[in-house]
Antibody, heavy 121, light 108 residues
Framework: EVQLVESGGGVVRPGEYLRLSCAAS????????MAWVRQVPGKGLEWVSG????????YYADSVRGRFTISRDDAANSLNLQMSSLRADDTALYHC???????????????WGRGTVVTVS | EIVMTQSPATLSVSPGNRATLSCRAS??????LAWYQQKPGQAPRLLFY???TRATGIPARFSASGSGTEFTLTISSLLSEDFAVYYC??????????FGGGTKVEIE
């Protein structure tokens, strides 16, 4: 069974930093692209960042580019999101999601974690 | 950026009736569109990809269609467990996808 479990959320002040992690299990992690999607409570979904299967290519939404850094540790089956210069509008539930297999170009997300809450206040 | 617009924002339907949800893209996304269902307190669940391909375990009462800029998700006979928020997502832009704002299906 595929499982994605996020951690690292919390309450921080504007301008501070936070590091989110996602522990993956139940599949061959190194074969899949991964991403982060966030959701403001009661609002919709916003794609934040993605990383391809081998970690060579990373992608960011305009709203976080230059402030967030996505990375992966295939040995530890872990996806990370380093968030700096946090702002109030970064407050959200952050979901870890599984993306396409290997070189497949189809970036829909077939498995989601329950998320970790980040509050910037 | 491709903007995804879902309508209506809220759909009130009686159990057993049909629900039809719409998703429009600001430019063609071919068939590179996915649908998700999200229930309160849960993570979203993939329903469809490639516009009309049902994901694993999704019941046949769910169907989806469309291409280009116009897409539809239909639930043929609503069960109580189907009342949720539904999102569409385009991935024609590859690793830079975008989501619609969601349609809440509520009990009439």
């Amino acid at each position: 069974e595929v499982q994605l479990v996020e951690s690292g959320g919390g309450v921080v002040r504007p301008g501070e930093y936070l590091r989110l992690s996602c522990a993956a299990s139940g599949f061959t992690f190194e074969d899949y692209a991964m991403a982060w999607v966030r959701q403001v409570p009661g609002k919709g979904l916003e794609w934040v960042s993605g990383i391809n299967w081998n970690g060579i290519y990373v992608y960011y939404a305009d709203s976080v580019r230059g402030r967030f850094t996505i990375s992966r540790d295939d040995a530890a089956n872990s996806l990370n999101l380093q968030m700096s210069s946090l702002r109030a509008d970064d407050t959200a539930l952050y979901h870890c999601v599984r993306g396409p297999y290997a070189r497949d170009p189809y970036w829909y997300f077939d498995h989601w974690g329950r998320g970790t809450v980040v509050t910037v206040s | 950026e491709i903007v995804m617009t879902q309508s209506p924002a809220t759909l009130s339907v009686s159990p057993g009736n049909r629900a039809t949800l719409s998703c429009r893209a600001s430019q063609s996304v071919s068939i590179n569109l996915a649908w998700y269902q999200q229930k309160p307190g849960q993570a979203p669940r993939l329903l469809f990809y490639a516009a009309s391909t049902r994901a694993t375990g999704i019941p046949a009462r769910f169907s989806a269609s469309g291409s280009g800029t116009e897409f539809t998700l239909t639930i043929s006979s609503l069960l109580s467990e189907d009342f949720a928020v539904y999102y569409c997502q385009q991935y024609n832009t590859g690793p830079l996808p975008s989501f619609g704002g969601g349609t809440k299906v509520e009990i009439e």
